[in-house]
């Protein structure tokens, strides 16, 4: 039975700080039979906080709450349960501890609906409670499957529009009205949740002579997940279009935008992107956001080695200059720099943010979004958040001279200056400054650090095994004569890995520390290698030597460091 809310019930809420100064007494007592429906109406208004009133009425039920977009949702647990029983009950299995299955529920003080999951799953189930919103949302990701893909996929293509000879090449309202068909909705709905169910930073789907290929970007690599016929590819382009508010009628240009997905109480954002193609505009989607609320990183939880991370952490506490992180596209770079802003945001402190796009929200920070449309570009916005008596400023990347000069300004003037730059190493972007047309007198003094970052694809814990690295292997990363005895770890390949060998992403750093020798020499106007053998002699380790670090500790393999870092051939 489900509790009502009687006056006590009223009056705990009612004292809820968040919510006291928007109450609706007369609302809420008209709500008192659906108590659940009251507490999303008020979770979706933000008169709430929604840990703050799931842990309210998860007391007021006895049952702990837990925010499944918050915990690790494990394969094992989900197999327990069939998506049908998972659907009506509002149940989904979380993880197993022991010989007991965790399961968040709508409705956990159901004692006959716990009784017959137990039987179903042939486990203890142990019910906590979360938002039926949530439950909802989730059963609908972790039951995405390949098969539901396909399933979504047949119907789409098997629309009676196809079969009776619809001219889809003339664009215009026929492919609209495909596109906002319930058939590719589902598709396109289910395309995007197995991404995210499959952890996918980007999906790309390209136009070919014969069909379409749908690939997702999983820890760094592509992988084909399906085609389709060509006949459905202009529709799903223009779903995609649609939803990001581009002229569906044009598609000799390129074009991008941003979309949202509502998954439950959580949004997760998206970066849309087509260009022309021979054989039609190819689109790719970029994932901005998570499903999982534990998105945002600590450096403490990295994986940054000792030797990169206590310098790093001295010098992202400057009261001045110019700290940069580079690597190409992809990189993890924005993420590190959020990680660097989160240790150092403090009310006593301002710190604003220039990005192109935002891409996680920052609480207690000011966070501006480039618009070139309309000429709110880095440089602009960057001289405009001068006048805003800063502190800390993270420019999403500098890419002109406007920028670089008015970020070095800036450092030069008593602000700290968090940055991305493209380069292949550290030391390059002291190169790439002067290449763009900033000053070495100015560079020198203003710079303070760069961190160069890669990516690896993580070797999966659940499958990891030791092995014995051949000979040619160990003398091209150990110059001993005498080859070190050393075990190396891979990934056979599992259901959890999907059967790569690889899970989840590790980084590669180096730090290039700029101490008084080094700004001499930049202020003399040194070359990419003057600049390398200062920095080797004071202590710099390539990415290189970070990565076989990370691959001794079983974090990674040696084919990764092959894959992603530059080789430095001597002599």
Same mark, same amino acid.
């Given at each position: 039975?489900?509790?009502?809310?009687?006056?006590?019930?009223?009056?705990?809420?009612?004292?809820?700080?968040?919510?006291?100064?928007?109450?609706?007494?007369?609302?809420?007592?008209?709500?008192?039979?659906?108590?659940?429906?009251?507490?999303?109406?008020?979770?979706?208004?933000? *008169?709430?906080?929604?840990?703050?009133?799931?842990?309210?009425?998860?007391?007021?039920?006895?049952?702990?709450?837990?925010?499944?977009?918050?915990?690790?949702?494990?394969?094992?647990?989900?197999?327990?349960?069939?998506?049908? %029983?998972?659907?009506?009950?509002?149940?989904?299995?979380?993880?197993?501890?022991?010989?007991?299955?965790?399961?968040?529920?709508?409705?956990?003080?159901?004692?006959?609906?716990?009784?017959?999951?137990?039987?179903?799953?042939?486990?203890?189930?142990?019910?906590?409670?979360?938002?039926?919103?949530?439950?909802?949302?989730?059963?609908?990701?972790?039951?995405?499957?390949?098969?539901?893909?396909?399933?979504?996929?047949?119907?789409?293509?098997?629309?009676?529009?196809?079969?009776?000879?619809?001219?889809?090449?003339?664009?215009?309202?026929?492919?609209?009205?495909?596109?906002?068909?319930?058939?590719?909705?589902?598709?396109?709905?289910?395309?995007?949740?197995?991404?995210?169910?499959?952890?996918?930073?980007? !999906?790309?789907?390209?136009?070919?002579?014969?069909?379409?290929?749908?690939?997702?970007?999983?820890?760094?690599?592509?992988?084909?997940?399906?085609?389709?016929?060509?006949?459905?590819?202009?529709?799903?382009? /223009?779903?995609?279009?649609?939803?990001?508010?581009?002229?569906?009628?044009?598609?000799?240009?390129?074009?991008?935008?941003?979309?949202?997905?509502?998954?439950?109480?959580?949004?997760?954002?998206?970066?849309?992107?087509?260009?022309?193609?021979?054989?039609?505009?190819?689109?790719?989607?970029?994932?901005?956001?998570?499903?999982?609320?534990?998105?945002?990183?600590?450096?403490?939880?990295?994986?940054?080695?000792?030797?990169?991370?206590?310098?790093?952490?001295?010098?992202?506490?400057?009261?001045?200059?110019?700290?940069?992180?580079?690597?190409?596209?992809?990189?993890?770079?924005?993420?590190?720099?959020?990680?660097?802003?989160?240790?150092?945001?403090?009310?006593?402190?301002?710190?604003?943010?220039?990005?192109?796009?935002?891409?996680?929200?920052?609480?207690?920070?000011?966070? /501006?979004?480039?618009?070139?449309?309309?000429?709110?570009?880095?440089?602009?916005?960057?001289?405009?958040?001068?006048?805003?008596?800063?502190?800390?400023?993270?420019?999403?990347?500098?890419?002109?001279?406007?920028?670089?000069?008015?970020?070095?300004?800036?450092?030069?003037?008593? *602000?700290?200056?968090?940055?991305?730059?493209? /380069?292949?190493?550290?030391?390059?972007?002291?190169?790439?400054?002067?290449?763009?047309?900033?000053?070495?007198?100015?560079?020198?003094?203003?710079?303070?650090?760069?961190?160069?970052?890669?990516?690896?694809?993580?070797?999966?814990?659940?499958?990891?095994?030791?092995?014995?690295?051949?000979?040619?292997?160990?003398?091209?990363?150990?110059?001993?004569?005498?080859?070190?005895?050393? /075990?190396?770890?891979?990934?056979?390949?599992?259901?959890?890995?999907? *059967?790569?060998?690889?899970?989840?992403?590790?980084?590669?750093?180096?730090?290039?520390?700029?101490?008084?020798?080094?700004?001499?020499? !930049?202020?003399?106007?040194?070359?990419?290698?003057?600049?390398?053998?200062?920095?080797?002699?004071?202590?710099?380790?390539?990415?290189?030597?970070?990565?076989?670090?990370?691959?001794?500790?079983?974090?990674?393999?040696?084919?990764? %460091?092959?894959?992603?870092?530059?080789?430095?051939?001597?002599?």
């Amino acid at each position: 039975m489900v509790p009502k809310l009687d006056a006590k019930l009223l009056a705990s809420i009612r004292s809820l700080r968040t919510f006291a100064h928007t109450c609706d007494l007369e609302a809420l007592a008209k709500a008192a039979q659906q108590p659940l429906d009251l507490i999303e109406a008020l979770v979706a208004g933000e *008169h709430v906080a929604k840990d703050d009133i799931g842990v309210f009425w998860g007391s007021q039920i006895g049952f702990a709450y837990v925010n499944p977009f918050a915990v690790v949702i494990t394969e094992d647990a989900i197999s327990r349960l069939p998506v049908e %029983i998972s659907t009506k009950a509002e149940a989904l299995p979380l993880y197993r501890v022991g010989d007991a299955l965790t399961a968040a529920m709508a409705h956990p003080e159901d004692e006959m609906l716990v009784e017959r999951l137990s039987k179903i799953t042939k486990l203890p189930v142990s019910p906590v409670f979360a938002l039926p919103s949530d439950v909802k949302a989730l059963i609908q990701l972790h039951y995405s499957t390949e098969e539901s893909l396909e399933s979504a996929l047949n119907s789409a293509e098997n629309m009676e529009q196809f079969a009776s000879g619809v001219d889809l090449a003339s664009g215009g309202r026929a492919i609209a009205a495909l596109a906002e068909s319930a058939q590719v909705t589902s598709f396109f709905d289910t395309l995007v949740l197995f991404a995210l169910r499959r952890e996918a930073s980007d !999906i790309h789907i390209e136009p070919r002579e014969g069909e379409s290929h749908v690939r997702y970007r999983i820890d760094g690599n592509l992988h084909e997940v399906l085609t389709f016929s060509r006949k459905l590819h202009a529709s799903v382009v /223009t779903r995609l279009k649609i939803l990001t508010q581009q002229n569906i009628s044009e598609s000799r240009l390129p074009a991008d935008g941003r979309f949202s997905v509502q998954l439950g109480t959580t949004s997760v954002d998206f970066r849309f992107s087509s260009i022309p193609s021979q054989y039609g505009e190819k689109a790719v989607i970029r994932i901005l956001g998570s499903t999982s609320g534990k998105a945002l990183l600590s450096l403490d939880k990295m994986k940054i080695s000792s030797s990169v991370l206590k310098p790093l952490r001295r010098v992202i506490k400057s009261p001045c200059g110019i700290i940069f992180v580079t690597g190409p596209t992809g990189s993890g770079k924005t993420t590190t720099l959020y990680a660097a802003l989160s240790e150092l945001n403090d009310p006593s402190v301002n710190i604003s943010t220039i990005e192109d796009p935002i891409e996680m929200k920052l609480d207690g920070i000011t966070q /501006t979004q480039v618009q070139a449309k309309i000429d709110m570009t880095f440089g602009r916005m960057l001289r405009a958040l001068l006048r805003q008596d800063p502190d800390i400023m993270l420019v999403g990347e500098i890419r002109d001279l406007e920028t670089a000069k008015i970020a070095t300004e800036a450092a030069l003037t008593g *602000h700290l200056v968090l940055a991305t730059l493209h /380069t292949n190493s550290a030391p390059e972007a002291i190169v790439r400054l002067q290449e763009i047309g900033v000053a070495s007198y100015m560079v020198a003094p203003s710079v303070v650090a760069v961190l160069g970052q890669r990516l690896a694809a993580r070797t999966c814990e659940n499958c990891k095994e030791p092995y014995k690295a051949s000979e040619d292997v160990l003398r091209r990363y150990f110059n001993d004569e005498q080859l070190p005895e050393v /075990t190396f770890y891979r990934g056979r390949g599992c259901r959890v890995c999907n *059967h790569t060998g690889y899970r989840g992403r590790v980084a590669f750093h180096e730090l290039f520390l700029i101490n008084r020798a080094m700004r001499a020499k !930049i202020s003399e106007g040194a070359n990419l290698q003057e600049l390398t053998e200062l920095a080797a002699r004071i202590g710099f380790r390539p990415l290189r030597y970070d990565g076989l670090k990370k691959v001794l500790l079983g974090l990674t393999t040696i084919d990764e %460091i092959e894959a992603q870092t530059p080789v430095e051939f001597e002599g």
